[in-house]
């Protein structure tokens, strides 16, 4: 069973529009951290938010904002007024105390594509 | 300016032939970890290292190998005995492995088999 499940496989929208990327976790620690990820087409992955399991404070920065809810073990991402930079396939994270260390586990992204 | 780097950032070999992916640091990070990236598949460990000389096998660790000598270097080398080694592989690092740290990518290695 997956540990991180990101249903949405490809979102397509148009400018301006707002999207929401899903993320649904699964763990049974008590510690755990989140994160999310942009990969854009150069292939990088690039660092967008973390969190962790004490902290269900949601979070907003510019366009960008995080929902965590623990009561539905999910880790929602949204992006207000999209624009075509946003064009990525964005991957959700888990690090737990698994293996005797934390190694992150990742989902199998969903890929954003903004039309102008 | 501090990042990871990956090369070559595409590679092809022969099917038989075994094959090494570099990557080097200069973060100064403990934690060092390959990834391999399939269409559709997401992200899946291979192989992540805590520390010099230590290592440990990931999720897909059959079929490859790595060494850790250095804390700044920590290459991959996919074998012959990996069935399916034609992916995009990614290497990252983080200053621990404490959980709490998010991981450093480099612009991966698009290695075609054939």
């Known amino acids: 069973a997956q540990k991180v499940t990101q249903a949405q496989t490809e979102i397509s929208v148009v400018e301006k529009e707002d999207v929401t990327l899903d993320c649904v976790y699964e763990?049974?620690?008590?510690?755990?951290?989140l994160f999310w990820y942009k990969q854009p087409p150069s292939g990088e992955l690039v660092f967008l938010i973390r969190r962790n399991s004490f902290d269900e404070q949601n979070e907003i920065s510019g366009r960008y904002s995080w929902n965590f809810q623990k009561s539905t073990s999910s880790f929602n991402f949204t992006i207000t007024a999209s624009q075509v930079v946003d064009s990525a396939v964005y991957f959700c994270a888990l690090s737990e105390a698994s293996r005797g260390s934390y190694i992150p586990t990742f989902g199998r992204g969903t890929s954003l594509i903004v039309h102008p | 300016d501090g990042g990871i780097t990956q090369s070559p950032k595409y590679l092809f070999r022969k099917e038989g032939q075994n094959v090494t992916l570099s990557c080097e640091q200069n973060l100064n990070h403990d934690a060092m970890y390959w990834y391999r990236q399939d269409p559709g598949q997401g992200l899946r460990l291979i192989y992540y290292?805590?520390?010099?000389?230590?290592?440990q096998k990931g999720d897909i660790a059959e079929g490859y190998s790595v060494s850790r000598e250095k804390k700044e270097s920590f290459p991959l080398t996919v074998t012959s005995a990996q069935k399916n080694p034609t992916a995009f592989y990614l290497c990252a690092s983080s200053p621990r492995q404490d959980g709490n740290s998010p991981l450093h990518f480099g612009n991966g290695t698009r290695l075609t088999v054939t």
């Open positions: 290292s805590q520390i010099v000389n230590d290592f």
């Open positions: 763990t049974r620690d008590t510690t755990y951290y």
